[in-house]
Each structure stands twice: as structure tokens, then as C-alpha cells.
């Protein structure tokens, strides 16, 4: 079974500090790897996603994420926090079988 | 852009009603999803669909069904609402790998159980 395990669930930075939320998984085939961000009483939206090649990937508004697997990790990064980017941050992964898994979340919030 | 639409924002309903949730999209996916998101419980699949007719059951199925009977509508019903169905449901569209990779979501409904 799959699984998406993202280390603690709630994270403050200042602003302009690194931003870094940790997301682990389990496979046991490469997978397909997002981060997705939620801002309050909306749905999903993608950041970035990891498939094949490149395993440092470039998202919307500065996010990027490496992908480790001899870690199995897939960390979100951004090297300067704005005010805009607290929000519920999601990990997931998606199997061969074409099911997504969510981590349950990390809340960032920007500290002025 | 893909389009994922929830027919309802904010629904509030009775114990024991029936409530039908609706959710299309306009990319022509094949898969759908409906996800039940709690506070500290991430997202959970009750139900996903990888074509026309055709559903699996996710993690948390019961109290739930969901038909599809056309490729860009899914729905979601509740055959006898509850309390502890009281949460945010998230509809989700992806194609087979190949294309797209990546689950493209609908805004939301946040369902009110009294």
C-alpha cells in the first residue's frame, strides 16, 4: 500500500526566511510526485510534479522540490517566504494504478 | 485550462436526506475522484472512477455510492445524510498517464449535516 507521510503539521516561518516542508513516501516503484496548495474553502492547486528525469523540479511562485529516492523524499522548498503563501500544503503521490495518496497536510503560516 | 466543477459551494442538509453532489469536468478524463477532507486527516478517497459506468471503492466507501453514467459527470450520494458526514468533499479529474500526470480539483463543497 501506498503512503504519503508529510512531517509536522504545522510550520511558521518569518517572512523572507526558507520555507521547507518535509513529504516522505512509500513505493515500491518509482512514482509520480506532486505538491499541491490550498488556500481557504478552495480546492487543490498544483504547485509542481515529479515524473521522470530532472529530480530538482520548479514550481509556481518560487516553490521547488527535490526528488531523493534513496530517501524516498520529495521535500517543498522556497527560499524566501511572502505573506502570500501561508496556506495548507499537500504532498501526494500517484500509483500505477492511477490512485492519488494525500499526506494529511502541513499549515504554514508567514509571520510578518 | 481543465475545468473541474462542484455544483454547490456550501450545502446544508437534514439527518436522513438523501443528498446528491455533483461534480464535471470538460478535459474528457477518464479517471474522477471524490475525496473527503478533515481536519488532520488529509484527504481521503471514498470512491474513484476510471470510466464511464465503472467505480472502485477507495479507503472510506460506506455510507457513500456514486454513479457515472456519463464520461465528464461523477456523483457523489449520500443515501441517508448523517453528522459525521459533515465535512469539505473534494471532486478531482486525471487522464492516464501520458498526458497529463497530475489530479486537477474542483473548488470545494463544504457540507453541513444538522
Known amino acids: 500500500a501506498q503512503s504519503v507521510t508529510q512531517l509536522g503539521s504545522h510550520v511558521s516561518v518569518s517572512e523572507g526566511a526558507l520555507v521547507l516542508l518535509r513529504c516522505n513516501y512509500s513505493s515500491s516503484v518509482p512514482p509520480y510526485l506532486f505538491w499541491y496548495v490550498q488556500y481557504p474553502n478552495q480546492g487543490l492547486q498544483l504547485l509542481l510534479k515529479?515524473?521522470?528525469?530532472?529530480?530538482l523540479v520548479k514550481g509556481i511562485n518560487g516553490f521547488e522540490a527535490e526528488f531523493k529516492k534513496s530517501e524516498t523524499s520529495f521535500h517543498l522548498t522556497k527560499p524566501s517566504a511572502h505573506m502570500s503563501d501561508a496556506a495548507e500544503y499537500f504532498c501526494a503521490v500517484r500509483t500505477p494504478g492511477n490512485q492519488f495518496y494525500f499526506g494529511t497536510g502541513t499549515s504554514l503560516t508567514v509571520i510578518p | 485550462d481543465v475545468k473541474v466543477t462542484q455544483s454547490s459551494r456550501y450545502l446544508v442538509k437534514r439527518t436522513g436526506e438523501k443528498v446528491f453532489l455533483e461534480c464535471v469536468q470538460d478535459?474528457?478524463?477518464?479517471?474522477m475522484f471524490w475525496y473527503r477532507q478533515d481536519p488532520g486527516l488529509g484527504l481521503r478517497l471514498i470512491y474513484f472512477?476510471?470510466?464511464?459506468?465503472?467505480?472502485e471503492k477507495g479507503d472510506i466507501p460506506e455510507g457513500y455510492s456514486v454513479s457515472r453514467e456519463k464520461k465528464e459527470r461523477f456523483s457523489l450520494i449520500l443515501e441517508s445524510a448523517s453528522t459525521n458526514q459533515t465535512s469539505m468533499y473534494l471532486c478531482a479529474s486525471s487522464s492516464h498517464p501520458g498526458r497529463n500526470t497530475e489530479a486537477f480539483f474542483g473548488q470545494g463543497t463544504r457540507l453541513t449535516v444538522v
Open positions: 478535459m474528457d478524463h477518464e479517471n
Open positions: 472512477s476510471y470510466d464511464v459506468k465503472m467505480k
Open positions: 515529479y515524473t521522470t528525469g530532472a529530480t
